[in-house]
């Protein structure tokens, strides 16, 4: 089971940084980044699985995949953002990382007002 091994790791490196901080900050530090990224590097499988998925999904509904095609975009800067987020936090790097939270922000807007355009578009074409 994949989420076995990915909480593992978690809780190792977990530990291994709380118990390394005490002495050697920079090194704990270190640890956690390590970490982080090789959870990323499992979750990317897990990850391609879902692509195929979602890629089998809009074949088969056209007609439903424009909106649902922005929104599982939506979903994937939210999670690439939030880990860059955490990893900046964990460097000590509160500033910077809020930047990067509020450009994921800025970039989901963007991504949304077509979808929100034609939403309006519907609303007004039944009035």
């Known amino acids: 089971m994949e989420i076995a091994k990915i909480a593992a790791i978690g809780l190792i490196a977990g530990v291994l940084a709380v118990t390394l901080k005490k002495t050697n900050p920079e090194i704990a530090m270190q640890v956690s980044i390590a970490a982080g990224i090789l959870l990323f590097i499992l979750v990317v499988d897990q990850l391609s699985e879902a692509v195929a998925r979602i890629e089998s999904f809009t074949e088969k509904y056209q007609s439903f995949c424009e909106g649902a095609g922005i929104v599982l975009k939506v979903v ?6 939030e880990f860059a987020v955490q990893i900046l936090k964990d460097a000590g790097e509160g500033a910077l990382s809020s930047k990067v939270e509020m450009a994921a922000k800025v970039v989901i807007m963007l991504l949304t007002l077509p979808l929100l355009e034609e939403f309006a578009d519907m609303v007004f074409s039944l009035l």
Do not use: E, H, K
């Open 76 to 81: 994937g800067i939210s999670y690439i953002a």
